[in-house]
DNA sequence: GTGAAAGCGCTAACAT
DNA sequence: ATGTTAGCGCTTTCAC
């Protein structure tokens, strides 16, 4: 690569100062129009291209928002992946429709988008190569250890998506959620009311991940709404929210001792789509024998026999929600408060449920 | 938001001098773990991020790559939207598949990833944004002026995806498509050889797609090596690409004084897709009364029924082979070559051509 | 309207 | 192993 061309070169050649040369990118209105064009012609001619890290050490400010995730912020991307060959291409991830979400209002604000995804580094990873380079980022939760946003926090706003709710408020972190609890809750009660489910059986997911502890805790309220026993604790839990790990599931509630349930709420799309695979081998029939529900709205649950009834999650429209607080923030407003969001999510009723068959 | 802490910050409250504190970041092996250990503590406690703008102008790098595409990189992703309604969520965009397999190429190699869509600005416009704050970047084509590229190509390398081939080899930038030509060739020699087809129609885009273009060049290569009469020019050209746009060609064609065709060969997925309601809404039966083909491999292609016959272009690759070579530039490789690189497509066999049913 | 000069926060020789 | 010293390329008062 030949060498940069700098504000003195370009000044130099177009016998101005740099301090001319500056004012022609900033506020060329008080430059004279002569002398702009003079040194907007040197400059193309020069191949001349502002240093965005120049610039923004002298300014203090990028025009850039970041987006950390997780490596790993699809539960069950990879395995995915290799179990559905050809349609890896097709899926569209979580991590994708938020970039696609903070992208577009990022654009709409005048802001470019920095994303990455965790991978160990030097002695702070990840999220100083990002805090570094913009005036404020998105950060999925549990990709990054509390105390170091908090620090950063007071540097620059960060947002915080999808992660603990109204809980450990310790921080100036702002936050962006879905509502998984009412989510579970409807569904749960739709195949109560509906479906006149009366033994249903949740599969969620470690008690360290705040989605499935939501979700499940809406399951349960939908449970004692009904005034139907609700246990303490899903009754089964799994690591990695995986099909492969719904389909291992869903033979297990089906061998338990008490008989298969009526229904089998899973905390996520993929590890229902799991069971649907599953429980078709093993000839059992969904929804007559046992009806089963996802969460999350992923494209696969609709091609699959039967369509998958879930909740919906706009992930989209948290990114767009993230870039506006971040853009509040940015400008001033805000100032203070720290703001806690709640996106709604809607009910998808499909086959998996009983719905548009016979009831029970 | 508090004022930053600095290199001076953590130096003087650690007792060390400010390359003490840098060393720590860029080379801890250089410093004794005591008095690492020492700045690591107060530069958290200090709430202390490294500027990535200081950083970049002291060491020239930035360890951030860039992607540039239209403010409208994705044919009839607009139109989709308020035709399909909830689809919308669930459409891969190439936008989003480029990005993730650029994402997932640049964090390989320890890179993160730039993104900005087209959106006028200043007397430079969106590169000079990009530009300036990344090492290197990939541009769809048809972002940028050439001429703004090859300038700054002088100062970084730009990869060039999608746009034009072998031509207007003017500049230093590298290149990277998929095979159009050959894509389009192989569908439509399958549509004659396999389904007998021998009037096929084609339609194309506007001449100003190079990726339109390529396409028609492979659809008249196939009809000429069949012996069949070939045109000089598509029977149609619309403007968007759109499925609005297909559905209004599958009536014209229709229609025509020559009688109808016996497949329509569209240029993309969502024209194919269009014409695939239409058709139905007239009661013309597909592959039967007419064979139907489109190009790109959206995931749509193949909920619709008939299951749509196409090309599939590895977008994801795309972005991956994108990054590569930015990053080989980057390592001092491939110094000076210009390196153009052409991705292999897959002929994807659905119903829409006539696979899976009596042939005619 | 334009120039001069002082940083912005960091890295990278070069000393010690 | 650690400190000193120059810049990196730009923005930004403050003069002229």
Do not use: W
């Amino acid at each position: 690569m030949g060498t940069a061309a700098t504000v003195y070169d370009v000044a130099e050649r177009s016998g101005v100062s740099i301090a001319t040369v500056s004012r022609v990118y900033r506020q060329p209105e008080s430059v004279r129009k002569q002398t702009r064009e003079r040194v907007l012609g040197v400059a193309r001619e020069l191949g001349y291209v502002p240093s965005g890290n120049a610039r923004g050490l002298a300014s203090r400010s990028t025009g850039v928002l970041g987006l950390c995730f997780p490596d790993y912020a699809d539960p069950g991307a990879e395995a995915e992946a290799s179990e559905a060959g050809e349609s890896d291409d097709d899926a569209m991830l979580y991590s994708d429709q938020i970039i696609r979400g903070m992208e577009r209002a990022a654009r709409r604000n005048g802001y470019a988008l920095l994303i990455a995804a965790s991978l160990e580094e030097g002695p702070e990873g990840l999220v100083h190569k990002v805090a570094g380079r913009v005036d404020g980022f998105a950060v999925l939760a549990g990709t990054v250890p509390a105390g170091e946003l908090a620090a950063i926090a007071r540097r620059m706003p960060i947002v915080v998506l999808a992660g603990p709710g109204g809980e450990r408020r310790t921080d100036l972190l702002d936050h962006v959620e879905v509502a998984n609890e009412d989510g579970q809750e409807e569904i749960t009660r739709h195949l109560i009311e509906e479906h006149g489910v009366r033994r249903p059986a949740f599969v969620g997911a470690g008690a360290e991940s705040p989605d499935g502890e939501a979700r499940f805790r809406g399951y349960r309220r939908a449970l004692l709404a009904a005034d139907l026993p609700a246990p303490s604790e899903p009754d089964l839990r799994v690591g990695m929210m995986t099909r492969a790990e719904g389909a291992r599931a869903a033979e297990i509630l089906l061998d338990r001792a008490g008989g298969a349930p009526e229904a089998i709420v899973f905390a996520n799309d993929q590890m229902a789509v799991g069971a649907l695979h599953a429980l078709e081998g093993r000839g059992v029939r969904v929804p007559e024998d046992v009806a089963v529900t996802g969460f999350d709205g992923i494209p696969l649950g609709r091609l699959v026999r039967p369509g998958l009834t879930t909740v919906r999650q706009p992930m989209r429209q948290l990114g767009e929600e993230a870039v506006n607080l971040l853009v509040g923030r940015l400008n001033g407003g805000l100032a203070g408060e720290r703001v806690s969001k709640v996106l709604p999510v809607s009910l998808v009723r499909r086959q998996s449920c009983g719905c548009g068959t016979a009831p029970r």
